[in-house]
Nanobody, 119 residues
Framework: QVQLVESGGGLVQSGGSLRLSCVVS????????MGWYRQAPGKQRELVAT???????VYADSVKGRFTVSRDNAKKQVALEMNSLKPEDTAVYYC?????????????WGQGSQVVVSS
């Protein structure tokens, strides 16, 4: 059974920084796409950033230049470095693994980490 365990998050003032980490067990497949999504109160879950097996990244326009996604396959980890945080970044953040097995996509999710940015 695939499990994603997140750490990090919390309360920070506007302009501050936070780091989220997510460890995947039992293992990461080399072809996995990994990333982060977030869901603010009353809103749908949205993509924040993804990183593929060849380290290609995609970012939401709202976080470009402020957030950095990274992965370490040896540590079975994906991380999100968040700088210059704004109140509108307040949300529950979820790590994600998108795994393709015999052409079928499987999505796995972390438990969610609350990020609150005060103005």
């Amino acid at each position: 059974q695939v499990q994603l365990v997140e750490s990090g998050g919390g309360l920070v003032q506007s302009g501050g920084s936070l780091r989220l980490s997510c460890v995947v067990s039992p293992m990461i497949f080399s072809g996995d796409t990994m990333g982060w999504y977030r869901q603010a109160p009353g809103k749908q879950r949205e993509l924040v950033a993804t990183i593929t097996s060849d380290m290609s990244t995609v970012y939401a326009d709202s976080v470009k230049g402020r957030f950095t996604v990274s992965r370490d396959n040896a540590k079975k980890q994906v991380a999100l470095e968040m700088n210059s945080l704004k109140p509108e970044d307040t949300a529950v953040y979820y790590c994600n693994v998108d795994r393709v097995i015999f052409g079928v996509h499987y999505d796995y999710w972390g438990q969610g980490s609350q990020v609150v940015v005060s103005s």
